[in-house]
């Protein structure tokens, strides 16, 4: 039964990324709109999980206030699945007016001069967009993906992400990730990490707009690792100047967080993660409905259990 599950999976993946690449581009926002707002008030677990932690990061709304940034919090989440499915029939000139970019010079710097950049990201606007545009306009992207099940979705999305010039390593089950990571960063790659979540229980606790969170330790140990040079990076979505409907987003490159130098390997990587998590917690509070987070990141929701008294900790 759970392989007759994959299979009806796999081809509805299959059918509906074919069908929203052939609707016009309005008329498929439109959809996923819509599908975002049945989502909201159906009210599943995840849709509940984002509530809480929006709530957590913007404590100041009422409860209507909440309701409505729920709401359009669905939308850009969908709006990113939207885009993906229609990413690959997009031309480069196309990913390029749909992306603005700020602080870029220090990497663009950076990787001029032969040496890498370890990006870290949290779960914010549309990363596919942004890895494609990098790929074409900075230099080669190095990354990681969280295996999905079945393997048919993963090998599915892995050949998606291949195709707009990334280099994919699996996050489980390809051998030692860090060093392969490592190795890369010996050449000038620009290598964007999804951090805002640790997903190994290696991670570092930090704070979050002003709650203990854990997220990943890996960004700070290969800045640490190799020299390489590492920023916060958050993505976001506006309305592009002059339309109703159409957004583009914007790619902010935060100053570079550098080695304290003082203390141990795991004190500097806590220090250095916790001001990523300054700067992610500052674009969170402000663009807070293009944060992407319907899983549990706060630490007070780590503790959550199921009845069998198993901890849960889902994944995108």
Partial sequence: MSRIGDVVAVAGFRLGWGAVRRLPERAAYALFDRIADLATARGGSGVRRLRSNYARVRPELGDAELDALVRRGMRSYMRYYCEAFRLPDRSADDVARGVRVVGDGAVR??????????????????????????????????????????????????????????????????????????????????????????????????????????????????????????????IRYELVPGSAWHRRIVITFHERVCDPKQGTTRERATAMTQQCADALGGAIREHTEDWHMLQRVFVEDLDERTPGGVAVRRSR
């Fill in 109 to 234: 710097d950076e990787l001029a001069q032969g040496r890498a950049v370890v990006c870290f990201l949290g779960h914010m606007g549309n990363w596919d967009t942004a890895g494609a545009w990098g790929a074409r306009e900075l230099g080669p992207v190095v990354t990681v993906a969280e295996r999905l099940e079945p393997e048919e979705v993963y090998a599915e999305f892995l050949a998606f992400r291949e195709s707009l010039g990334m280099t994919i390593l699996p996050l489980t089950g390809g051998g030692d990730v860090f060093a392969q990571l490592r190795s890369h960063l010996t050449k000038p790659v620009i290598m964007p990490l999804l951090a805002d979540r640790d997903l190994t229980a290696r991670g570092i606790e930090v704070d979050l707009c002003g709650h203990p969170a854990r997220m990943a330790a890996g960004p700070a140990a290969l800045a640490l690792a190799t020299g390489a040079a590492l920023h916060p990076v958050s």
